[in-house]
């Protein structure tokens, strides 16, 4: 499998990142996820993670101009296929990602929309902790670790990320609905957009689901 150019698009905590990983994985397409990028940035305390860290940990997003920079660069450093999660979330990233696709001479073959109810987006992300050392995503519940704080890939000790607490979780759903959801139409309008009930399924159903959506555009 290999070449696919895929977005996912869905509400903060829907699942973006715990599918994008198993895309990856099985897809054999690399995951660029801009939230990822700006908090390796912020780990390595230089000034772009001192600035992005203030609006991250109070919930809002970060400037356009700042998050098209890191993405164009990796866009443009990695092969046909990718899968990007979390990216775009407003207009103005929609159509610069245009553009970088343009200047790479590939198009966005689909966008997947994830829909779930805003009482279970509240329950993954309160209940959400992630490894420090590899990035592994975990639930308290829903998808425990075997051992309580400590990773089942490699060990590391899991943390809850700042932004899962109450009110950082309010700005950032607030945030979805005004900046990110009106690219659900923005995408629909482009004949790309194909989405997904991601509140009562299992992780591996949705794999199943996904990896049917997307056979015409894996070569294997
Ligand atoms: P980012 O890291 O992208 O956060 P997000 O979009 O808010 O999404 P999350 O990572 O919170 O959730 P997710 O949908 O990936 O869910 P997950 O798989 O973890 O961005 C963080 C911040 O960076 C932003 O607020 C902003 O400041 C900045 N930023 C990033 N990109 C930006 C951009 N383009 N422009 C401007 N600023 C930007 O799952 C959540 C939980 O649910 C986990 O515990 C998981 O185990 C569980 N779970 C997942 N799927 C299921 C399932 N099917 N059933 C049961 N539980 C599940």
């Known amino acids: 499998m290999g070449g696919v150019r895929l977005a996912l698009l869905g509400a903060p905590g829907v699942g973006k990142g715990t599918l994008a990983k198993m895309i990856k994985s099985e897809c054999n397409v690399p995951h660029l996820s801009t939230g990822d990028m700006l908090r390796e940035a912020v780990s390595k305390g230089?000034?772009?993670?001192?600035?992005?860290?203030e609006y991250m940990n109070a919930g809002?997003?970060?400037?356009?101009?700042?998050?098209?920079?890191?993405?164009?660069?990796?866009?443009?450093?990695?092969?046909?296929g990718f899968v990007l999660d979390g990216?775009?979330?407003?207009?103005?990233?929609?159509?610069?990602?245009?553009?970088?696709?343009?200047?790479?001479?590939?198009?966005?073959?689909?966008?997947l929309n994830f829909e779930a109810p805003v009482e279970v987006l509240i329950g993954r992300l309160s209940g959400r902790r992630q490894c420090r050392d590899c990035?592994?995503?975990?639930?308290?519940?829903?998808?425990?670790?075997?051992?309580?704080?400590?990773?089942?890939?490699?060990?590391?000790?899991?943390?809850r990320r700042k932004d899962?607490?109450?009110e950082a979780i309010k700005v950032r759903l607030k945030a979805y609905e005004e900046e990110t959801a009106g690219l659900i139409d923005y995408y629909r309008d482009k004949g790309i957009l194909e989405s997904i009930d991601a509140g009562q399924q299992d992780p591996d159903v949705m794999f199943k689901r996904i990896a049917a959506i997307l056979k015409p555009y894996l070569v294997n």
């Open 87 to 111: 990216f775009p979330r407003t207009e103005r990233q929609a159509e610069a990602l245009e553009g970088i696709l343009a200047d790479k001479g590939v198009p966005l073959d689909m966008v």
């Open 164 to 166: 899962d607490r109450d």
């Open 135 to 159: 990035g592994a995503i975990y639930h308290v519940k829903n998808i425990p670790p075997k051992k309580s704080g400590v990773c089942d890939a490699c060990g590391g000790e899991l943390y």
């Open 46 to 53: 230089g000034k772009l993670g001192k600035d992005a860290s």
């Open 60 to 80: 809002k997003l970060v400037p356009d101009n700042v998050v098209i920079g890191i993405l164009r660069e990796k866009v443009m450093e990695c092969g046909e």
